[in-house]
Nanobody, 124 residues
Framework: QVQLVESGGGLAQPGGPLRLSCAAS????????VGWFRQAPGKERELVVA????????YYADSVKGRFTISRDNAKNTVDLQMNRLNPKERAVYYC?????????????????WGQGTQVTVSS
């Protein structure tokens, strides 16, 4: 069993940065892939970034490539999402999730454990 708790959400300036963190409980966290998702009002949840269990691979959605960076520290059971050059359309609830998918599209999941989400608002 893995429990996930997101933090770091809040208000960011357009063009500015924000860093989210996902803290996990459970001894087996290092054996899970982790994804960050977001869901904007009235829209479907979408995968933003993901990182393989041993940090061997990362996935970035086209819309965030070059601006977002995912990292993890298995010793601390944390996965961080650094978001730069945010735009107002990226206002959403951001969720981290953990799963153990196989294959070349491992980032598609399924994801078995989810955090409660953290709100990100981008506005001046």
């Amino acid at each position: 069993q893995v429990q996930l708790v997101e933090s770091g959400g809040g208000l960011a300036q357009p063009g500015g940065p924000l860093r989210l963190s996902c803290a996990a409980s459970g001894r087996t966290f290092s054996s899970y892939d982790v994804g960050w998702f977001r869901q904007a009002p009235g829209k479907e949840r979408e995968l933003v970034v993901a990182i393989r269990r041993r940090c061997t691979m990362r996935y970035y959605a086209d819309s965030v490539k070059g601006r977002f960076t995912i990292s993890r520290d298995n010793a601390k059971n944390t996965v961080d999402l650094q978001m730069n050059r945010l735009n107002p359309k990226e206002r959403a609830v951001y969720y981290c999730a953990a799963g153990r998918a196989a294959g070349s599209r491992w980032y598609d999941g399924p994801y078995d454990f989810w955090g409660q989400g953290t709100q990100v608002t981008v506005s001046s």
